[in-house]
């Protein structure tokens, strides 16, 4: 089956510490995104990449930090400077420049132990 | 202000009730019109889609795109519990890259 996978599912955070969240995609698609969804409200965008070895910083970037050496993969790390790490992180996976049309995996809920 | 903005509820209606959920938009070159619901703790889906202004149905749900009110809104006929959900709206430009998305409204559907 195509789609997106997101792990883990749940993930704790200690003060000081980085993560990295997972996401990777079986759908040859050329765009991939991260969106933060905090309690109550829509999806501030983290960071974007349209192509490999590419991406640019969204409206919340500061904090986090990704990579895109592969199409299919698209990591997120939270890093210890982000204050307020708690939330739900969603990936989402785009076909090309002219399908406006986002695919999203199941999301990790981060927590700061 | 945000550039998008969406009732924000939450919404609890009857079963069989029609429903309207409403976005409103500042931007004026958002072209691409996207409506997702996010059951709790998944990720969105994409439910409409709609180029321009215009209505689009697709079963009991029509999207209708008024670009010169920069008003968009999703129609849900004969509404069932399982539409209970948070509904996201969405817009971008021609080759934006990137999405804006309303901060949902969540629907109750009551047997």
């Known amino acids: 089956d195509g789609g997106i996978t997101q792990s883990p599912k749940y993930l704790f955070r200690k003060e000081g510490q980085n993560v990295t969240l997972s996401c990777e995609q079986n759908l040859n698609h050329d765009a991939m995104y991260w969106y933060r969804q905090d309690p109550g409200q829509g999806l501030r965008l983290i960071y974007y990449s349209q192509i490999v070895n590419d991406f640019q910083k969204g409206d919340i970037a500061e904090g986090y930090s990704v990579s895109r050496e592969k199409k299919e993969s698209f990591p997120l790390t939270v890093t210890s400077a982000q204050k307020n790490p708690t939330a739900f992180y969603l990936c989402a996976s785009r076909q090309g420049p002219i399908n406006e049309k986002l695919f999203f995996g199941s999301g990790t809920q981060l927590s700061v132990l | 202000q945000k550039e998008v903005e969406q009732d924000p509820g939450p919404l609890s209606v009857p079963e069989g009730a029609i429903v309207s959920l409403n976005c409103t938009y500042s931007n004026s070159a958002f072209q691409y019109f996207m409506w997702y619901r996010q059951y709790s703790r998944k990720g969105p889906e994409l439910l409409m889609y709609?180029?321009?202004?215009g209505n689009k149905e697709d079963g009991r749900f029509t999207a209708q795109v008024d670009k010169s009110s920069k008003y968009i809104s999703l129609f849900i006929r004969d509404s069932q519990p399982s539409d209970s959900a948070t509904y996201l709206c969405a817009m971008s430009r021609t080759n934006a890259g990137k999405s804006t998305f309303g901060d949902g409204t969540t629907l109750t559907v009551k047997p």
């Open positions: 709609t180029y321009s202004s």
